[in-house]
């Protein structure tokens, strides 16, 4: 029992207030979530620095991050890796790697320096399964109250899929701009899901085709379109 009170991850849930802490980062020292008030926030992490998966990563973000601010969404990596590594590792990254059409490529968001893993074991990042000093790949989505909306992990060898990771925060946006749930596989453009009849009636109403541009596979299944333009408006609004 004690092995496994050792061994226990603290790990904050999906609806639970994102935890707070203060950092020194390679744009200087942040209050998180605080400073990023208003904002959708996507906290990540990674194992370490130079790293080949890491830097194929790191190039990534930083070539898609217009992407992520279009969507009033701000990135913050973290490694627990030094300040000063950080920055001779981002150097690299601009100076010497081209890699998969990315070169020249230039990190501008924070990377947080956490060598005493504060805040990766606040965040349930560092597995002890996996690692106890390093890391694993977690991507937490923040909302603007500061509420954690989703979470993905991956292990160390496998990298992120960042076009499933702009679908996410495009989701969780329009989930909350339409009151809608989303079907698998959804992308802007796809039908979504109505959200499910509250009574007896509004069921029948709904198999017999009387609401407004809704289908329904059974009762309980009712989808309705939604346009990628009417979606993109209220995404990219601001």
Request: hydrophobic fraction near 40%; aromatic fraction near 10%.
């Amino acid at each position: 029992m004690e092995q496994q009170e050792q061994n226990s991850v603290n790990m904050p849930r999906i609806g639970d207030k994102a935890p707070a802490f203060t950092a020194i980062t390679t744009q200087g020292k942040i209050n998180f979530p605080t400073d990023f008030s208003g904002k959708w926030k996507i906290l990540f992490s990674h194992p370490a620095d130079f790293t080949p998966v890491c830097t194929t990563e790191f190039m990534t973000f930083a070539t898609r991050q217009k992407e992520f601010e279009a969507l009033n969404c701000q990135l913050v990596g973290l490694s627990v890796d030094g300040l000063f590594s950080h920055i001779a590792w981002l150097r690299n990254i601009k100076e010497k790697i081209d890699y998969n059409g990315m070169k020249d490529v230039e990190v501008t968001f924070p990377l947080i320096e956490d060598i005493k893993m504060e805040v990766a074991n606040k965040y349930g990042m560092i597995q002890p399964g996996d690692s106890e000093t390093k890391a694993v790949r977690a991507v937490f989505f923040i909302d603007t109250k500061d509420i954690i909306r989703a979470i993905i992990y991956y292990p160390a060898s496998l990298g992120r899929n960042f076009d499933e990771i702009l679908r996410a925060l495009k989701g969780l946006q329009t989930a909350d701009n339409f009151g809608v749930a989303l079907p698998a596989d959804w992308e802007p453009g796809k039908d979504v899901i109505v959200p499910p009849a509250g009574s007896c009636g509004a069921a029948k109403e709904r198999m017999q085709g009387k609401e407004e541009n809704v289908h329904c596979y059974d009762w309980y299944l009712c989808t309705k379109k939604l346009s990628k333009e009417t979606v993109e408006d209220a995404l990219y609004k601001s």
